[in-house]
């Protein structure tokens, strides 16, 4: 994809309502979100669907990856946005509705807990956040997509209602991967992206941390699914001292005909 068709996206996010500056990584702070027994992450369909189209567009579709289309149109088709969101959409609301058991939002500050962030003693990454979340007002409710950086979910509750087979067949993939792991000890990072003009500036990383510290503390072994070629992502859980697991030909039901390649990552279960 060319970068024409990415700078289009792009300007979507220039109609922020202020400006987005990175600074130390400061002026965006980490929002956390978990499931409560009768809530629902799909409040969240909305932003985080525009977001993962420009995520999509910038990516050259390569995240999210659409691997049960065979024939993805490009974006710089007049009728792209309609068909990602059919196409996308549906499985989206499936992850927020059923799947992801918390979610994290990377979110532009407003200017003045940016200012406020900037004020304090210069610190980055982790740190950075945990010191502007301290300093934020109450976040948003629901964030707009234009000020939404990053995202990452969890997947661990396999005993809740409509996700026991999927536990079952997250399992399989793991021993078809050749990882022995008691299902009830199975974790997931999920949905991991920062939108591309805003990467390598420590928020895939802060993401990933926050999610890491919330499964290994409720006794998961994290795991990710990834897909050979998403080197970014390969790199990053690389640094976390990873081990990946080559699958080939992986079917998620019996009728599925596909046969898909993936990498499964274990990730330690503490942190060292
Ligand atoms: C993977 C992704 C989330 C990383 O986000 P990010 O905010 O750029 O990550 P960070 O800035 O925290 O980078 C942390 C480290 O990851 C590695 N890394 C990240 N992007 C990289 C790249 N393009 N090339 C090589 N290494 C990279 C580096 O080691 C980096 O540390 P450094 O910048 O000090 O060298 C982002 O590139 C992305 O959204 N990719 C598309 C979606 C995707 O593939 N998701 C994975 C689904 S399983």
């Known amino acids: 994809m060319g970068n024409a068709e990415c700078g289009a996206a792009q300007s979507l996010i220039g109609a922020a309502e202020y400006r987005v500056t990175m600074a130390d990584g400061a002026d965006w702070t980490l929002l956390h979100y978990t499931r409560t027994p009768r809530g629902s992450l799909l409040r969240f369909h909305?932003?985080?669907?525009r977001f993962m189209?420009?995520?999509?567009?910038?990516?050259?579709?390569?995240?999210?990856?659409?691997?049960?289309?065979?024939?993805?149109?490009?974006?710089?088709?007049?009728r792209f946005t309609r068909w990602f969101a059919k196409h996308y959409g549906g499985f989206l609301r499936w992850r927020l509705r059923v799947e992801l058991d918390e979610l994290w939002l990377a979110v532009a500050a407003t200017q003045s807990t940016a200012a406020r962030a900037r004020s304090r003693t210069p610190a980055t990454g982790a740190t950075a956040?945990?010191?502007t979340a301290a300093a934020s007002p109450a976040p948003p409710e629901t964030p707009a997509h234009e000020h939404i950086l990053g995202v990452v979910g969890a997947n661990y509750d396999f005993s809740r209602a409509g996700k026991k087979r999927l536990g079952g067949t997250f399992h399989r993939l793991l021993r078809t991967a050749g990882v022995e792991e008691r299902p009830e000890r199975m974790g997931f990072v999920e949905l991991l992206a920062v939108l591309p003009q805003h990467t390598r500036r420590g928020i895939g990383a802060?993401?990933?941390?926050?999610?890491?510290?919330?499964?290994?503390?409720?006794?998961?072994?994290?795991?990710?699914v990834t897909f050979p070629g998403l080197d970014a992502a390969l790199r990053l859980y690389e640094k976390y001292d990873a081990e990946f697991?080559?699958?080939?030909?992986?079917?998620?039901?019996?009728?599925?005909?596909?046969?898909?390649?993936?990498?499964?990552?274990r990730f330690p279960t503490a942190q060292y």
Not at 206 to 224: E, F, H, I, N, S
């Open 129 to 131: 956040v945990a010191e």
């Open 46 to 49: 909305a932003p985080l669907l």
């Open 206 to 224: 802060a993401l990933l941390d926050a999610v890491l510290a919330a499964l290994r503390g409720l006794g998961k072994t994290p795991y990710a």
């Open 245 to 265: 697991y080559e699958v080939r030909g992986f079917k998620w039901s019996p009728a599925d005909k596909r046969g898909l390649d993936y990498i499964v990552v």
């Open 53 to 78: 189209q420009t995520v999509y567009e910038c990516t050259g579709g390569g995240y999210p990856r659409l691997e049960w289309i065979t024939m993805p149109i490009k974006p710089t088709e007049p």
